[in-house]
């Protein structure tokens, strides 16, 4: 959506309109085609427990690197592989593309990062999901548990026995599962209820206003009550200021995600990074960038 890349398209796409505009005009052929002639990337953005500083992993957020527009962000093409059904090969690459970035990172840092990916509602339904995830586990060498599934609250608008058995098939495979937008979707305690996941992303839009917003405030708070009854794994996503990063703390939500600690970027730039922080007793420090 245009909130989640408007930020990141500044000096890009400057004027909204033209990225509303340029939305509508890609065609199932123009993504069969990216796909056929990888124009697609998978930036990383760091997962940082914000108690020690450490770097605990990455979420892959997809880019398109298209050869006349430019860089184009998901919000502007994943409706669009959702409802061609082309979200199950671009999955199955971002699938395989996370598992042979976890092999590479183990053989150059000996690192225990995790790579959290991005699932569609049809993709994590789909037949063939989970011996694809095995297949590319198996063919990298890479223990499942380092890849977290992200889904998000809508996945429960499918068939509910359908993706309960498919949420006990995966942790069954090592797979650990993370609802994405935490609170902000169809029905988040169904989920909790019913529903076997390790983890709640805190959406971004109550960690915003959790500094001057008593409500967004009184809402993180209960999520973390919420996930710490449960014992689930508890990440914010969205964390912009050390102001947020340090409220989030006192509250007692450690691991953290947001342009505070590092924006989305692309491998190339993840490594110059991780040979400093690696070699740094794995301190990673926020970017100081006078923009945010
Ligand atoms: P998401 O999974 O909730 O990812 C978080 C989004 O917030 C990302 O936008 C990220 O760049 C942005 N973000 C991160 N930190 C901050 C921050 O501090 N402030 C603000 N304002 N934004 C921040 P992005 O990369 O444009 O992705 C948008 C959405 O597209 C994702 O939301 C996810 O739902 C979807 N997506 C991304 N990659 C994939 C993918 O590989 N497959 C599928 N199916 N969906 C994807
Ligand atoms: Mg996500
Ligand atoms: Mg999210
Ligand atoms: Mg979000």
């Not at 990141?8 to 990216?34: C, H, W, Y």
């Not at 990172?105 to 959290?116: C, G, M, P, Q, V």
């Not at 917003?213 to 999520?223: L, N």
Request: with cysteine; glycine share 6%.
């Amino acid at each position: 959506s245009s909130r989640n890349s408007s930020r990141e398209a500044q000096g890009i796409f400057n004027p909204d309109m033209q990225v509303n505009m340029e939305k509508t005009m890609f065609s199932e052929m123009n993504l069969r085609n990216g796909l056929n002639q990888n124009e697609f990337h998978l930036y990383y953005q760091p997962q940082v427990n914000g108690l020690l500083g450490e770097l605990v992993g990455f979420e892959a957020l997809i880019r398109w690197q298209h050869p006349e527009r430019g860089l184009i962000f998901p919000g502007d093409f994943i409706e669009l592989a959702e409802s061609t059904g082309l979200i199950i090969p671009l999955g199955e690459w971002v699938i395989k593309e996370a598992f042979t970035q976890l092999k590479r990172w183990e053989l150059i840092f000996e690192s225990h990062l995790t790579i959290s990916i991005n699932l569609s509602p049809r993709h994590f339904l789909h037949p063939d999901l989970p011996s694809y995830l095995i297949k590319c586990a198996q063919e990298t060498g890479v223990d499942t548990e380092k890849l977290v599934l992200e889904i998000t609250e809508n996945v429960a608008l499918e068939d509910f026995q359908a993706v309960k058995k498919r949420m006990n098939e995966l942790n069954c495979l090592g797979f650990e599962i993370s609802i994405d937008d935490f609170g902000t979707g169809y029905s988040a305690f169904i989920y909790l209820q019913h529903f076997s996941v390790q983890q709640i992303k805190i959406d971004q839009q109550f960690i915003s206003g959790i500094n001057e917003d008593p409500k967004s405030e009184a809402i993180v708070r209960t999520i973390i009550e919420l996930g710490n009854r449960l014992g689930l794994q508890l990440i914010a996503e969205g964390v912009e200021t050390k102001l947020q990063s340090e409220r989030l703390k006192e509250l007692g939500c450690l691991d953290m995600q947001g342009y505070y600690f590092g924006r989305p970027i692309p491998v190339d730039e993840i490594n110059k990074q991780l040979s400093s922080v690696l070699n740094n007793r794995k301190v990673f420090l926020p970017i100081q960038d006078p923009s945010i």
